[in-house]
């Protein structure tokens, strides 16, 4: 049968919708921040990363968002393309003695024409 | 730049083989990562190295697994003797600065 795997939630919106994908991290410790993409078949991608004595990045049609009092993160595409569908990570940096970054389970985004 | 290189990009083999895969991190960068991906587990570090030297290898499964780092333009994660339960896609990720790593196409491993 079918292995159970980890079940990733999944957004799907319509081409030039605006998207917000949210993450919640886990250590309030943590001082920096990345988005990943990642395409099928080929390694995760870096969009925009975060540090946290900021609340607000933005790059090229994303923006990124931290809520420190929440240990919540999340990132907005703005007019989303079919090209933007992929799974889409959220990573913290934690010290453990060493700078190790965590990566969240991830979000698929499903975009439409 | 290249970015972050890795061969073979799939493997297929059988129980019981060893396994090598590689990994040429971007130049000038002196961090290098080794990931593992999988359904069940997402995506897990099972090593880094510093300029060279092993840092953090507490991901390492088990003794099967073992890596290296001979020189600042190579490495290596060897599995042997390879289980079906290994298989998985392996990625090896560099940084300059610690912080934003960037990720190499990934190799597929199958073990049958």
């Known amino acids: 049968g079918e292995s159970v795997g980890l079940h990733l939630p999944t957004l799907s919106v319509q081409e030039g919708d605006n998207s917000i994908i949210n993450c919640a991290y886990s250590n309030s410790a943590s001082d920096y921040f990345i988005w990943y993409k990642q395409e099928s078949g080929k390694g995760p991608q870096f969009i925009i990363d975060?540090?946290?004595?900021?609340d607000k990045r933005q790059g090229q049609r994303v923006t990124v968002l931290l809520n420190k009092t929440v240990k919540h993160l999340s990132l907005q595409i703005a007019a989303t393309q079919p090209g933007d569908s992929a799974v889409y990570f959220c990573a913290e940096n934690i010290w453990t003695g060493f700078q190790k970054l965590v990566f969240g389970t991830g979000t698929r985004l499903l975009v439409s024409p | 730049d290249a970015g972050v290189i890795q061969s073979p990009r799939h493997e297929v083999t059988e129980m019981g083989q060893e396994v090598t895969l590689r990994c040429k991190p971007i130049s000038g960068h002196d961090y290098l990562f080794w990931y593992r991906q999988t359904m069940m587990r997402g995506l897990e570090l099972l090593i880094y190295f510093n300029n060279n030297v092993p840092i953090d290898d507490s991901g390492m499964p088990e003794d099967r697994f073992s890596a290296k780092m001979p020189n600042a333009s190579f490495s290596t994660l060897k599995i042997q003797p390879s289980e079906p339960r290994d298989s998985a896609v392996y990625f090896c990720?560099?940084?300059?600065?610690?912080?934003?790593?960037?990720f190499g196409p990934g190799t597929r491993l199958t073990v049958l």
């Open positions: 990720a560099s940084t300059r600065d610690g912080n934003t790593q960037y």
């Open positions: 975060i540090r946290s004595n900021m």
